[in-house]
């Protein structure tokens, strides 16, 4: 067996071992580098440690400490439900408000379990209270949330901007980042009709349940934000997180006896060392400053190129020291497991390209028949793997493996692949084994949780079957 056959199935014991046991597939990418670049490709430490990914590092860490002090502060909770009570009476609404705010939250840089976290609850209480289908409901905030996955100073977004730049391919972020949000925008439209979405447009918020200018209550009583929880703790690293975020919800729900919320919670005992929100009196100063610090976020990042790790752990400070009791817990808040995933792999992905591992793979693939046949198996594989492991993973490894592919002449469009996979490997995080789909189902409310469990499944199913061809069609066929 080849040095490169090894590496391979060493890759691919890794996610097996991730997804059939709730180890973090980072700590096994550190010791398979280790293993691999010692034993097999006779590598020094130095050069193993060469692959690892500092700026991506900091990337994380600045980007995931910013969010914590944004939800701790009460900022996401209040833009959350500013916009729901924008809606007035209009039930039919309410998904859409949803969804923008999750793809809005991705967008700039929150981790997509911990968006889906903060709003499903919040969503899903809204189904429960005015009878929208629960399915079509969380379906829609995780279609959101991956929808803005892509955006250039997002999590995803980095991720695969800096595999495909680093491999000298054409790139662009943008179309990367609008096929995202078009194809998740077309699919949560499709649900939206076909869950009783015509009805419900239909139907108005009673005028009793309104408050002040007939603008909808929110369905948890007084809104008081808590400290981040679940997935912004645990990241993306799915089978991890989400019997984490369970327990964390279970926990909740007993302290607070609230609709199951990680957010959100009505009992103003909970709010000690956190600011409260009251949509009436309207923002606080540390909400006003902390929507202009995710603001400048996305400008000095897009418009001035500045580093976003730099730039976002610089906001995050400026927030904690005008807040500093409020803001303490922040750092712990850090998605370090999540930081760890990423960072592992692509050390090990690192070691498999300094063994010409990723050379081999993209040349066996290339001497293949058909250039078509073998896209649309790789946007299978990373659609497969991604519903039972972690998406970042997948688009952290995969990509790599079909950089030769796509330098080597074969006729497929680098850009329109590289879109396809980054789609393909993220939309179907719907499955119930995936975080954000155990979040949704962690999260519904009035319903027999087996019946949405099998749902969930089919509806994760039909996904990872009809997406890569689709994708296939639409954006490396065409």
């Known amino acids: 067996m080849s040095s490169h056959v090894i590496a391979i199935c060493v890759l691919a014991l890794m996610f097996v071992i991730a997804t ?40 994380l860490v600045g980007i995931t400490f910013l969010f914590a002090q944004a939800q701790n502060n009460g900022t996401i909770d209040w833009l959350v439900r500013l916009a729901v009570r924008a809606v007035g009476g209009r039930i039919a609404a309410i998904p859409w408000v949803m969804f923008a705010i999750t793809a809005l939250l991705t967008s700039v ?23 929208i289908n629960p ?8 279609h959101g949330a991956q929808g803005g996955g892509f955006s250039p100073i997002s999590i995803y977004g980095g991720i695969t901007n800096k595999v495909v730049m680093e491999a000298g391919l054409p790139i662009s972020p943008l179309t990367t980042a609008f096929t995202s949000l078009g194809v998740n925008l077309a699919v949560s439209v499709l649900l939206f009709f076909v869950f009783g979405g015509a009805k419900l447009m239909r139907q108005q918020v009673p005028k009793a349940e309104r408050s002040g200018k007939g603008l909808p209550v929110s369905p948890f009583g007084p809104p008081v934000a808590v400290a981040a929880q679940g997935p912004q703790i645990y990241g993306d690293a799915e089978n991890e997180a989400g019997s984490e975020e369970r327990l964390t919800r279970e926990r909740s729900s007993a302290a607070v006896g609230a609709v199951g919320a990680t957010a959100v919670g009505n009992t103003a005992g909970r709010a000690a060392g956190n600011a409260a ?62 930081i760890m995933l990423i960072v592992g792999v692509s050390t090990y992905v690192g070691v498999m390209q300094k063994m010409g591992t990723i050379t081999w793979v993209g040349d066996s693939a290339a001497s293949l028949a058909s250039p078509l046949t073998v896209a649309l198996l790789l946007l299978f594989v990373g659609a497969v793997v991604s519903a039972f492991a972690s998406s970042t993973a997948v688009l952290g490894s995969l990509i790599p493996l079909a950089v030769p592919f796509l330098a080597s002449g074969t006729g497929v469009d680098p850009i329109g692949f590289i879109a396809a996979m980054a789609v393909a490997s993220t939309i179907v995080d719907v499955s119930p084994f995936s975080t954000n789909g155990a979040l949704v189902l962690a999260s519904a409310q009035g319903i027999d949780r087996d019946v949405f469990l099998r749902q969930l499944m089919i509806y994760g199913g039909i996904v990872t079957l009809v997406a890569p061809v689709v994708l296939w069609v639409l954006f490396v066929v065409f």
């Open 20 to 59: 059939a046991m709730p180890i973090n597939m980072g700590v096994l990418a550190f010791v398979g580098a280790f293993l691999v670049g010692t034993l097999i490709a006779g590598m020094e430490t130095k050069t193993i440690m060469s692959g690892y990914p500092a700026e991506l590092f900091l990337t």
């Open 109 to 131: 840089g929150a981790v997509s379990p911990a968006a889906v976290a903060i709003i499903a609850p919040i969503a899903l209480g809204f189904a429960a209270k005015y009878k």
């Open 135 to 142: 399915l079509m409901m969380g379906l829609l905030v995780i």
């Open 277 to 338: 929100v009251d949509l009436n009196e309207g923002p606080t100063f540390h909400q006003m400053f902390t929507v202009v610090g995710l603001v400048a976020l996305a400008v000095l990042t897009l418009l001035y190129k500045l580093d976003i790790g730099f730039v976002a752990i610089t906001i995050g400070l400026l927030i904690s020291i005008l807040s500093p009791q409020v803001q303490k817990r922040a750092i712990g808040q850090v998605s370090w497991p999540e």
